[in-house]
């Protein structure tokens, strides 16, 4: 990192402007053209030829190049209940879900307790309406209710009211317990039973030719998202088949983009700095970072095809040379951009540390905080603050998604050998 200033007559006005918002664009873990995003460098493909949509999946950036054959023997259910018979009386079907109530015309009418309320628990979850609230607003605030964990819903067609699990597979129940009024019980207005039900299912499935349960009929597995749609055993298509294969244009697009924009932001900085000082002045910073060593290892980015010509003044990239490197080593390629710490740090850092290094402290300052004191607004001071923490943060949580998503792998395939 330089030891002075660039100069206030080479970084002002407008180019600052232009140097913080590449500085958002590229060098930020919060954004979708982000640079230090490990997943930018890692793209796939999956080629299938199956019939139909009874499986779907999505790979991520963490995902096993490969064939994967999947069978689905069993979708997953959750548990369900619903009203035994119609629930209106024979001339007034459907019902208007809209009146209160009070006036439903059902077969057996809601009864309010002395304060004209009706008031029951499902799964824990105490629930109190009044005789004047409407039929599809206790709907909706059951449905939406975290802790209650179903979803509640009037059939028109068969005249009933229905309740299902928002998740648990074989695992999930439905507990209903009635309080004041009608609601639930014996001869009850929406004629469903107290207690607990119990009826869902786990889904099942081969895949790869391990057996695979999950309470879901979508799941993350070794960096792909499996979605099944229906039961391929016993079909004409019962194997599906997918290819996943690695995608180097998107990476090699990503990379493109970011160099022609570094090219644009150097063609729109003024040289203004006397000639014997040209090392100490951004633009020299920053091409220098693409001749040295980066990424935790001894190459440099030229090796992989990115490179400063002199003669053109600009940042140039071999675009086959770069996607040859990317074939070979995604995780390498990767690092020369995104590795952290060091003097060997990723390319991103390396521009990103410039750039706010020489928009942050002018020229003719003492020292770097007090241009800080003296210029910086406590509130930019403060968003500064908390986009550092967010990025942080962020950059944990993706290294904790892709340990947990590795662990979950692991974890289902030694439980498919040992305990089933």
């Known amino acids: 990192m330089p030891g002075k200033s660039c100069g206030e007559q080479s970084i002002k006005g407008e180019t600052k402007v232009k140097l913080k918002r590449f500085v958002d664009t590229y060098c930020s873990v919060l954004s979708t ?135 648990g597979g074989a695992a999930s129940k439905i507990v209903i317990e009635n309080m004041a009024g009608n609601t639930f019980g014996l001869d009850s207005a929406l004629g469903i039973d107290m207690g607990v039900t119990a009826n869902g299912s786990d889904c099942l499935s081969v895949i790869n030719d391990i057996e695979v349960k999950c309470d879901s009929n979508s799941f993350t597995m070794g960096g792909i998202t499996f979605h099944f749609g229906d039961v391929t055993e016993g079909t004409s298509d019962e194997i599906h088949k997918f290819v996943v294969v690695r995608n180097c244009e998107r990476p090699a697009n990503a990379i493109a983009k970011f160099v022609e924009s570094l090219n644009n932001l150097i063609a729109g900085i003024p040289s203004a700095a006397p000639a014997d000082e040209k ?106 603050k908390l986009r550092e923490l967010s990025e942080r943060y962020y950059e944990k949580f993706v290294a904790m998604n892709d340990a947990l998503d590795a662990f979950n792998m692991q974890s289902e395939y030694l439980k498919q050998l040992f305990f089933d």
């Not at 995902?63 to 209940?81: D, M, P, S, Y």
């Open 33 to 167: 053209s982000s640079m230090l995003r490990t997943g930018t460098y890692h793209a796939y493909d999956v080629i299938s030829h199956n019939k139909g949509d009874a499986v779907a999946i999505f790979v991520g950036s963490t995902a096993i190049l490969g064939e994967i054959t999947v069978v689905v023997c069993r979708l997953a259910k959750n548990t369900v209940v619903a009203s035994k018979s119609k629930i209106s009386q024979p001339d007034q079907m459907p019902l208007d879900t809209q009146a209160e109530l009070r006036e439903l015309p059902l077969n057996n009418k809601f009864s309010f307790d002395q304060d004209g309320r009706v008031s029951f628990a499902i799964n824990g979850k105490l629930f109190s309406f009044s005789a004047d609230t409407t039929l599809q607003s206790m709907i909706s605030s059951i449905t939406a209710d975290v802790d209650a964990n179903v979803t509640m819903m009037y059939s028109a067609s068969s005249d009933s009211i229905q309740m299902s699990a928002d998740s």
């Open 279 to 384: 090392d100490e002045k951004l633009l020299d910073t920053i091409r220098n970072a693409f001749s040295q060593p980066a990424g935790g290892t001894e190459k440099r980015l030229d090796d992989i095809g990115i490179f400063y010509d002199a003669e053109r003044n600009a940042i140039c990239m071999d675009r086959q040379r770069l996607l040859q490197a990317l074939e070979n080593d995604a995780e390498e390629v990767a690092n020369m951009f995104t590795w952290r710490g060091g003097e060997h740090a990723g390319i991103v850092h390396r521009v990103k540390e410039s750039i706010l290094w020489c928009i942050g402290i002018p020229a003719g300052v003492k020292s770097e905080q007090e241009e800080k004191n003296r210029e910086t607004p406590p509130s930019a001071t403060l968003e500064n």
